[in-house]
């Protein structure tokens, strides 16, 4: 395959220990510069088109949260060998480190969309044989990530499948509870990209069909009562999806449990 970056580098497999996983670094034009992705991938042979799985961060993290606060990949591998779940790749970016989180939209002049919705996927297919163009793609995240999962997913059905979310920050003007950036900075020209809702009230409208949507959130999370408006939007608009709430706050306790829920949701999609 040539390469769709102008520099690429990839983690040496005898470095990278026993935990399956796998470092890549892309130059791309979307961010100006560099973008890091760690990747689960399963210990499996003589296989091909796996399900890639995005997973992305809230604010503050970066490629390696999910990992080491999250411990997907011991969660994931575990799944598998116990036939929980089909083998899969999870592949989880950083958001381009933009302040103290990008929010996953175009601004200040980088395409953190872009980024992840065209150059991670792209990225994991050209370093990692599993994934093809032929893998079903899937999106996940926990807050600032659980917004982008559902933004992008809805925004972009014709190319991911399913769409997962943990805790989500559900608009664009929930921000400032975690960032110190002034939120007119993340708006966009169309002002239904600014939330979870006006996505999928504009999206539903169209002739392609909405991505298979499922979320939770903590019943002691800042974002509870949001997320309940989210659910509540939807339902009234007869838009397909699944809610949950559990015990919990907005903590990786809460997350390091929940993720679970997103990898045996994928698995039923494929």
Request: aromatic share 10%.
């Amino acid at each position: 395959m040539n390469s769709m970056f102008r520099t690429t580098a990839l983690s040496d497999p005898k470095f990278e220990g026993d935990g399956n996983l796998r470092f890549i670094t892309v130059k791309t034009p979307n961010l100006k510069g560099r973008g890091d992705i760690c990747v689960f991938v399963p210990p499996v042979e003589n296989v091909r088109d796996l399900p890639l799985a995005i997973l992305l961060h809230g604010v503050y993290g970066s490629a390696w949260e999910w990992t080491l606060k999250g411990g997907v990949h011991m969660t994931a591998l575990e799944m598998i060998q116990k036939g929980t779940i089909a083998p899969m790749v999870i592949a989880m970016p950083s958001d381009g480190l933009w302040g103290d989180g990008s929010a996953y939209v175009p601004h200040n002049g980088f395409d953190f969309e872009k980024w992840i919705v065209e150059d991670v996927p792209n990225a994991v297919k050209q370093n990692i044989p599993l994934v093809t163009e032929k893998s079903d793609l899937f999106i996940s995240g926990l807050s600032m990530g659980g917004f982008g999962a559902l933004r992008l997913g809805i925004k972009y059905a014709k190319k991911i499948k399913a769409i997962s979310a943990h805790s989500a920050i559900t608009a664009l003007d929930q921000m400032p509870l975690f960032v110190e950036e002034p939120v007119q900075g993340y708006f966009q020209a169309d002002e239904r990209e600014h939330s979870v809702w006006g996505m999928a009230q504009h999206s539903k409208h169209r002739s392609d069909a909405l991505p298979k949507i499922r979320f939770d959130c903590g019943t002691d999370d800042l974002l509870i009562e949001h997320n309940r408006i989210l659910h509540g939007q939807l339902s009234e608009a007869n838009i397909d999806h699944v809610y949950e709430e559990f015990p919990g706050k907005h903590e990786w306790a809460y997350w390091q449990e929940h993720i679970k829920e997103s990898l045996l949701f994928f698995d039923m999609q494929t």
